[in-house]
């Protein structure tokens, strides 16, 4: 997605339009894996995080 992201925003007409994209793909990851969960919480307990997703 991040690949996707990127070349999109070559063509993308302005920065404003490149950040809306951004945003929604991140929205995206957000809403459908639990990885930034894990991230807080190992990195609350010191510990690497344990990635399910």
């Known amino acids: ?4 992201v990127l070349w999109s925003n070559l063509e ?9 994209l ?3 793909n991140q929205l995206l ?5 639990s990885n930034l969960d894990e991230a807080i919480r ?4 010191g510990r690497k995080p344990n990635y399910a997703d």
């Open 29 to 33: 990851v957000r809403m459908t894996t």
């Open 42 to 45: 190992a990195r609350k307990e």
């Open 12 to 20: 993308t007409g302005s920065l404003h339009a490149a950040m809306d």
């Open 1 to 4: 997605m991040t690949k996707r």
């Open 22 to 24: 951004e945003a929604r």
